[in-house]
């Protein structure tokens, strides 16, 4: 298994390193502050990680996680990720991110937009519709009973087997959700979206942090992406 870069070390960037060197993949881990900033986590990880520059980090494996905020990835070194394995988790939120014409109007996708960032990248859009808080409690050893699934959505299939064998050594089932274009079925608000791996799915939007999770198989992950409806992009307000 190649290295595996993390551009981001946030909530999701940490919460899939720590899997990472779990599983035996050696990560190089980045964020926008400087290797210098990562000690402690880089210490927690141990000897499997590495900080970098967010260069390194692109450079370091054949697959690179993507866990930045939207509005960051203009300032990526898109050179460096051409025809490299691209795990995108962004989300688009309009108060974090500001208004973006392009996702208002459903002309495309978030992950659509990231591709237009980044020409040449394979992305494969993947654990942007699970809590931070929810990955290391739902990662499972393959065959285990309860593992739970993650969608994947991609236009290069080569890279979305790529993601799912690595999504599989993480600890996750992975269901094919479609090309970039459908990839709205498991973005904010839409079906297929975080609160799908709650134990009480219908808990306030205020406690979701704290709520525990429950495992979500395959079949019903892919039940709920078949039915999911698209959301009114222009019309959220989160
Ligand atoms: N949190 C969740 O439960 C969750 C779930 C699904 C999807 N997502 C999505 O995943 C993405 C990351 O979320 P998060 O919660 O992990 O975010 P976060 O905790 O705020 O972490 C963001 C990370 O991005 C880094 N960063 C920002 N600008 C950068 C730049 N220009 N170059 C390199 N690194 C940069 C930050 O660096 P510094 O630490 O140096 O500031 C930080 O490490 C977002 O799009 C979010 O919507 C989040």
């Known amino acids: 298994m190649p290295t595996l870069g993390i551009i981001g ?12 060197v779990a599983a035996d993949i050696d990560v190089v881990i980045a964020n926008s502050r400087g290797p210098q900033s990562l000690t402690g986590l880089v210490e927690e990880l141990g000897p499997r990680a590495t900080a970098g520059t967010v260069e390194q980090a692109a450079r370091a494996g054949e697959e690179t996680l993507l866990s930045i905020p939207l509005a960051a990835y203009r300032s990526l070194p898109a050179d460096l990720l051409r025809d490299r394995t691209v795990l995108d988790t962004g989300n688009y939120y309009p108060y974090r991110d500001g208004r973006i014409a392009e996702l208002d109007s459903e ?9 237009q960032l980044l020409p040449g990248a394979l992305l494969v859009k993947a654990f942007n519709n699970i ?3 929810h990955i290391p409690q739902l990662a499972r050893p393959a065959g285990a009973p309860d593992r739970s699934a993650l969608p994947v959505a991609g236009n290069d299939s080569g890279a979305k087997a ?11 089932d992975t269901v094919d ?18 609160r ?4 009480a799915p219908d808990v306030p939007a ?8 429950a ?3 395959a079949g019903k992950l892919r039940a709920v992406l078949q039915t999911a409806q698209r959301v009114k992009v222009a019309e959220r307000t989160f």
């Open 9 to 20: 070390s946030g909530n999701i960037g940490a919460a899939v390193a720590r899997l990472a």
């Open 162 to 172: 790529r993601a799912a064998e690595l999504i599989d050594r993480l600890g996750f």
């Open 196 to 199: 799908i791996y709650l134990a």
């Open 177 to 194: 959700a479609g090309t970039l274009d459908e990839s709205w079925r498991f973005e904010p608000e839409s079906g297929a979206y975080t």
């Open 131 to 133: 809590l931070a808080h």
């Open 107 to 115: 002309e495309v996708t978030t992950t659509e937009l990231a591709q």
């Open 215 to 217: 495992p979500l198989p």
């Open 206 to 213: 205020e406690h979701m942090l704290r709520s525990p999770a």
